[in-house]
């Protein structure tokens, strides 16, 4: 049979080659948008910072959302006895803190005031509809294709890393306090990665399939540009929305 028949390009892939070719994604992960290679290497001025912190912390309240919406779908006891601790990772339990409440700290460790943090006030509209398409997305898709799209976990690690070795020589304005965030997700990024690969290995196997994921990691990594595209116009580019509209005239 010719090595280009129909056939033979729907193969599937290995569970390893398709593993490789996810990981492979990692050229498109956010760590290397303009916003965050100027963050990982002093670039960015405080307010540019804060103003990362402050849209970021939207996507971290969204998190538990979208893992609740993934159990919600999910028949699978199984499956959700593993992944319900996401959702304890991020909103803590009687007596214990979680990563909602770690970032909170984050960005008063960066100068911000936990009321203008919880009150969203600094979101902005692009970072807005991104983390709401993602959490749509995790509530209307199958559950699997949902638990794909958390695969950017595969990558994660690697930028908490660089933010515990870099930003306190990089900015030693940061209260050192806020770093925790960072060092306890080092070890939950790699446990749920594992988790997450094995449903997704495991749940697609056809080419057809493996592909369907591969799109769905895109849709994904798409999110997270999209949110530093905002920020980059916001806190680099100096033009937030609506600049350059005429001031509204308050007597019409």
Known sequence: MAPNSKSDSAAPESREDFEKRLRKMERLYHIHHPFHVAMNEG????????????????????????????????????????????????????????????????????????EEIVDLRHVLPGVRFAVDAYLHFAQTAPWQESAASSLTELFAPTIHQKRLDNWPALYPWIEEAGYDYFQRRLGEARRDVQHGLKITLGSFETREQQDRVVEILQFKLDILWTMLDAMWMAYVEKRPPYAGCPSADPST
């Open 43 to 114: 670039g960015l001025d405080p307010d540019a910072v804060r103003g990362w912190v402050a849209n970021r912390f939207y996507y971290q309240i969204q998190i538990p959302r979208k893992d609740a919406a993934i159990m919600s779908n999910c028949p699978d006891q199984e499956v959700r006895r593993h992944w319900i601790q996401r959702i304890l990772d991020h909103d803590g339990r009687e007596g214990e803190e979680g990563g909602i409440e770690a970032w909170i700290r984050l960005g008063q460790a960066v100068g911000l005031e936990r």
